[in-house]
């Protein structure tokens, strides 16, 4: 992003002592323009009012996936929440289909610690459950991570860690039909294949995606088979009206 500042210098008239206003005169300069390059940021912070919600004064982070310098497909958590302070990671099956993270130096096995959700949807079918083990969504999809800790997180429920949300991409409004395709191939025998549609029709706007990862891994016995898809449409009769209806599946086999 560039950001371009215009600065206009005009000369100001005063009088000095022993000095009449006929004598002076007034000169406008030339505009000066400045030019700086801003990269975009990984890291930002949930603002202080959203939809019903007061975030002021609350610890908060986002991470902004898409300006990540991190291997998204392979979903690392080490590199995703690199730079959120407090997060322990527990690197426990090496394949990516688990978000083994906890806040606050608590246990992080399956993110048992966390209340987590998509889009504001819990996730895991069990309130003190594993939902590092009951969903995963592919992190191509997601826009942003939102984290909420402390005694915020307490209206999102008991868990001592807090909430962390996944917040999915969304579709192109400017067109009838956009289309995001993200292939990718690594070590160990990575194959990962994403695909994402999504417009806007009329009242409706809609939103989907596929993913399909392989991988033998770097352990012995550790192949890892995984999928993932996900759909959502939203109907606005009016401006202040909208209805979304939303379905989001993942499957994943690993040794």
């Known amino acids: 992003m560039r950001l371009i500042f215009l600065v206009f210098l005009i000369g100001t008239c005063f ?36 939809s019903a919600f007061l975030f002021a004064g609350k610890k908060s982070e986002v991470i902004n996936v898409g300006n990540l310098n991190a291997a998204i497909a392979l ?38 610690e966390l209340n987590t959700r998509q889009n504001g949807i819990i996730t895991n079918s069990d309130m003190y459950g594993y939902p590092a083990s009951h969903y995963s969504m592919p992190m191509e999809a997601v826009e942003r991570i939102e984290l909420v800790r402390g005694t915020a997180s307490l209206q999102y429920g008991a868990q001592f860690g807090g909430m962390v949300n996944y917040v999915s991409k969304s579709a192109d409004t400017t067109r009838a039909i956009g289309y995001e395709g993200i292939q990718t191939v690594g070590s160990f025998g990575t194959l990962s294949s994403f695909h994402a549609v999504g417009g806007k029709v009329g009242k409706f706007t809609y939103y ?48």
Not at 20 to 43: G, I, W, Y
Not at 222 to 229: F, G, I, K, L, Q
């Open 15 to 50: 009088h000095a002592p022993g000095q009449s206003a006929d004598t002076l005169r007034s000169r406008q300069l030339d505009t000066v323009t400045v030019k700086s390059n801003r990269f975009p940021s990984e890291m930002s912070r949930l603002p202080a009012v959203q």
């Open 75 to 112: 979903k690392t958590p080490r590199q995703i929440f690199a730079k959120v302070p407090g997060v322990f990671v527990y690197d426990m099956d090496g394949t990516g289909n688990q978000m083994n993270i906890s806040l606050r130096g608590l246990d992080p096995h399956r993110g048992w």
């Open 208 to 255: 989907g995606y596929a993913n399909k990862r392989v991988s033998d891994g770097y352990r012995k016995n550790s192949s890892t088979h995984y999928d993932a898809e996900g759909l959502a449409l939203t109907y606005s009769p009016l401006r202040t009206l909208r209805f979304t209806a939303e379905f989001a599946r993942s499957n994943y086999v690993y040794q």
